[in-house]
């Protein structure tokens, strides 16, 4: 749990650093403006569907990918994962929103860090890898990348990307904890397909954050994980 827990610890890191330059630029004066917030966001939408686009090309079965999806889909629409996950974010929203009833899109900085911060293919490679070989190399990586993501993140989207940080804990450290009962099923191509489909589910959640689309992406994240089936008949 060694990675994880420090991932863990990045986020939180980067979340206060962000929230804290943030305070600072607003008390001398120096808020960033509503336009230009907006363009960090468009600018950092871009960037996630750049990396989801490059990602889930390394995938080599079209066929598993596509049965993933749909499976994994149909799964979390009936779990309902996305309704579960925003009502989390809107229960921290009520609880720390500003005086005055002045929102601070805690939900929306919850949901989309905790999405980025877990569904691509460092965090299933990482994780397993963690929990299978005792190896944290890929997790330490990740956890300088999301340090500066946190710090991006929390600087434009506020409190609620402080809170990803436990989704991290908790779905990194399952992930890592499931790999010893699991590392029958993982080889190489079950993973190669788990993580182009986590970078396909990248992609729509940086359509969401260019306001594009209206994806429900916790609902596909089951499908990150069907390859570890699916693979077994292909």
Not at 11 to 27: D, M
Not at 69 to 90: F, P
Not at 153 to 165: C, D, E, K, P, T
């Amino acid at each position: 749990m060694l990675g994880t827990i420090v991932n863990t610890l990045a986020v939180l890191a980067g979340s206060i650093l962000g929230l804290l330059l943030t305070a600072v630029t607003k008390k001398f004066g120096m808020k960033v403006s509503e336009r230009f917030s907006e363009r960090i966001m468009q600018a950092l939408g871009l960037c996630t569907i750049y990396i989801g686009i490059s990602g889930s090309l390394e995938g080599e079965n079209t066929l598993v990918l596509i049965l993933s999806m749909v499976i994994g889909t149909l799964i979390g629409e009936a779990l309902d994962l996305d309704e579960k996950i925003n009502r989390l974010g809107n229960f921290l929203e009520k609880k720390f929103q500003g005086s005055g009833g002045e929102k601070k899109g805690i939900a929306e900085g919850f949901v989309s860090a905790s999405l980025l911060f877990c569904v691509g293919a460092m965090t299933i490679v990482g994780s397993l890898q963690s929990g299978l070989t005792g190896r944290h190399e890929t997790l330490f990586a990740k956890s300088m990348l999301d340090f500066v993501a946190a710090i991006v993140f929390a600087s434009s989207l506020g409190l609620g990307v402080i809170f990803s940080a436990v989704f991290v804990l908790v779905y990194q450290g399952a992930i890592t904890l499931a790999a010893q009962w699991l590392s029958p099923l993982l080889t190489d191509t079950v993973v190669q397909e788990m993580s182009c489909a986590g970078y396909v589910i990248i992609i729509a959640l940086g359509l969401n954050m260019l306001h594009i689309s209206k994806f429900k992406v916790m609902n596909f994240v089951p499908a990150i994980f069907l390859p570890i089936l699916i693979c077994r008949f292909f």
